[in-house]
């Protein structure tokens, strides 16, 4: 059994290295990974070896949050190689280390919280389809100034999203530059800073506590998470966001997902990408084109959503609207 998940893990670090980020056999790739992601880490840095010059790899230590930086000299030799792959257990993709390396021309997948099933599962799925899909959506988006989400269980917040950058994550990443999430699947956008206002109950998942026994219900008042009830759930994510500072509180991201072979599972790497949910995340947003820079990016999931761009309903319950495979 053990080889046969072996093989499975080996197989789909190479469709992430060979498919996904097109990994070239005169280029030279970096595999930063930590203790509790070592096993993927050694995977990828394996199948890198098979399909590229050098591969290297570097374990650090697991960062404590979402977003907090790595060492200082992992950051600078993020910028000396062609590619960076991150399976680590918190997430380095709003990280200074991530955007300052993308400027330098390297193609950085980041795959915070990774497991074998995730890759197995979300990496085999066809890329093609989550293209026609995230780009529907991304074209949708272009005119549009607000966003609503309503849901049966008591979600109604309005974001004005006029001339914010659209961001669609199709899980390829051959450019130079290029960054986003292995695996992938979403097209996502910051709102106006300050400008969010309703009610936001997360009822899938949430970024530092995993899959949700119990709704949180978060009150958003001019771009600001101002109130957060719940029960021991909603107590764990007042504690995730305390330490940050208040703009860890702040209306970071609006994201759709697109990859029809992701599920539920815990982790926010995969749950943010399932076909038919919402999330909205609170925190950094600065890679996404907007102003709020703190060492936390936490996203909540959202089932079932209703989803107006401007007047026009464009998912209901989950399903899109004028859209099919």
């Not at 203790?35 to 840095?45: C, D, N, P, Q």
């Not at 979402?66 to 990280?95: F, Q, R, Y």
Request: net charge neutral; glycine share 10%.
């Amino acid at each position: 059994m053990q080889e046969i998940i072996q093989k499975e893990l080996f197989d789909a670090s190479n469709i992430a290295l060979r498919d996904c980020m097109g990994l070239k056999s005169d280029e030279t790739l970096l595999i930063i990974t930590d203790e509790v992601k070592r096993e993927i880490g050694k995977s990828l840095h394996f199948a890198g070896k098979g399909l590229c010059k050098e591969s290297l790899l570097l374990e650090i230590k697991s960062r404590e949050i979402n977003g907090e930086e790595p060492p200082e000299a992992v950051a600078k030799l993020m910028k000396m190689v062609d590619a960076v792959v991150c399976p680590t257990a918190k997430s380095l993709t709003h990280t200074d280390a991530r955007r300052n390396a993308a400027k330098e021309g390297v193609r950085i997948g980041t795959m915070p919280g990774i497991n074998a099933d995730i890759m197995s599962r979300c990496l085999n799925a066809d890329y093609e389809k989550i293209i026609k899909l995230t780009d529907f959506i991304a074209e949708k988006l272009k005119t549009v100034q607000t966003i609503r989400v309503v849901t049966e269980k008591g979600t109604d917040i309005t974001m004005p999203v006029k001339g914010r950058k659209i961001i669609p994550s199709r899980g390829v990443l051959r450019k130079k530059g290029e960054s986003g999430n292995l695996p992938s699947g979403e097209v996502f956008l910051a709102p106006w800073e300050d400008k969010s206002q309703g009610r936001v109950v997360v009822d899938g998942s949430m970024s530092g506590i995993g899959l949700l026994k119990n709704p949180i219900f978060i009150e958003v008042v001019d771009g600001y998470a101002e109130k957060i009830e719940g029960s021991e759930e909603a107590e764990k994510l007042k504690k995730l966001l305390e330490k940050p500072g208040r703009d860890a509180r702040a209306v970071a991201e609006f994201g759709i997902g697109t990859n029809y072979k992701a599920k539920l599972s815990g982790q926010i790497l995969e749950d943010e990408k399932v076909f038919g949910t919402i999330h909205v995340a609170f925190g950094n947003n600065l890679t996404m084109g907007g102003r709020i820079s703190v060492s936390s990016h936490l996203d909540g999931l959202v089932k079932e959503p209703d989803v107006y761009f401007d007047d026009e309903l464009i998912m209901k319950k989950g399903k899109m609207v004028g859209f099919e495979f």
